[in-house]
């Protein structure tokens, strides 16, 4: 694909920021906008997401993937979770792994959270914003976040940004469900096949992940031989 990158110093939400500029919207060309620092940069929910200025990688993609069906839109999150491991691979030795449904994780430790936000037409997707916030150079994380970390903090030295942005860009691009392996995500789900604690509505339970269903929800197995199926935000992982 080719990016058109914006390059700006401060906004409030690279996403927000997508979602405000109607003509580049409306543009065709894929865009990717990176800010050097957000004032309110969203998190999952009602999260916010810390990063210090400068420090990291905050940016906002913006594809018109019109031919992924409304129920196949977690194709998204597939393509967008593996590339960012893929790349994060190029600099880390350690297996960069994907806590569900899109989280990444360098062992037990956050190192990059993905806000997607589509506009449907009909049942398919007309625009796919997706936000990216990835540890870069921080050093120290104040938020009550429980367990971030940067590329820097694994590295022991700073990793030039713009170099790290365009290699996570040049992946291969998003291609129609059907095409795209769905192994890739699954090969790499943090805690699969793991005996592990989690809660749901109920309380706390302790179960093993089996898979990912195509269209996004959780596959488990309680310690009581029961199958449990869960969407997004139903159910959240003990760490
Ligand atoms: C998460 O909670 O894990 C998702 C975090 C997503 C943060 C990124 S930073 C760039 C983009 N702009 C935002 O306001 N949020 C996303």
């Not at 069906?69 to 998204?76: D, E, G, K, T």
């Not at 392996?181 to 790499?188: A, E, H, L, Q, V």
């Not at 809660?199 to 199958?227: C, N, Y």
Request: hydrophobic share 35%.
């Amino acid at each position: 694909m080719d990016w058109k990158i914006i390059h700006i110093d401060e906004t409030d939400s690279t996403n927000r920021w997508l979602q405000n500029h109607q003509l580049i919207a409306n543009s065709h060309e894929p865009i990717a906008i990176w800010a050097d620092y957000q004032t309110a940069g969203k998190g999952c929910g009602t999260n916010s997401w810390e990063s210090e200025r400068g420090k990291n990688l905050t940016f906002s993609l913006l594809i018109h993937p019109t031919e992924v069906p409304a129920s196949r839109q977690f194709v998204i999150s597939e393509w967008v979770s593996v590339a960012l491991c893929e790349t994060l691979e190029h600099y880390i030795y350690n297996k960069v792994e994907i806590k569900w449904p899109n989280d990444i994780y360098v062992g037990d430790r956050k190192i990059a959270g993905i806000l997607i936000e589509n506009t449907l037409k009909g049942n398919h997707i007309k625009d796919s914003i997706i936000g990216i916030g990835l540890n870069v150079n921080q050093q120290e994380f104040l938020s009550d976040a429980p367990n971030p970390v940067s590329l820097c903090q694994l590295l022991g030295h700073e990793v030039d940004r713009m170099e790290l942005l365009t290699r996570f860009l040049q992946r291969k691009p998003l291609v129609s469900p059907a095409e795209t392996d769905g192994f890739s995500y699954r090969n790499r789900i943090y805690r699969k096949g793991q005996l592990a604690t989690y809660q749901d509505k109920d309380g706390r339970f302790k179960a093993t992940i089996q898979d990912v269903e195509p269209d996004g929800h959780l596959l488990m197995m309680d310690e009581a031989g029961q199958e449990r199926r869960y969407a997004f935000k139903e159910v959240t992982y003990i760490l």
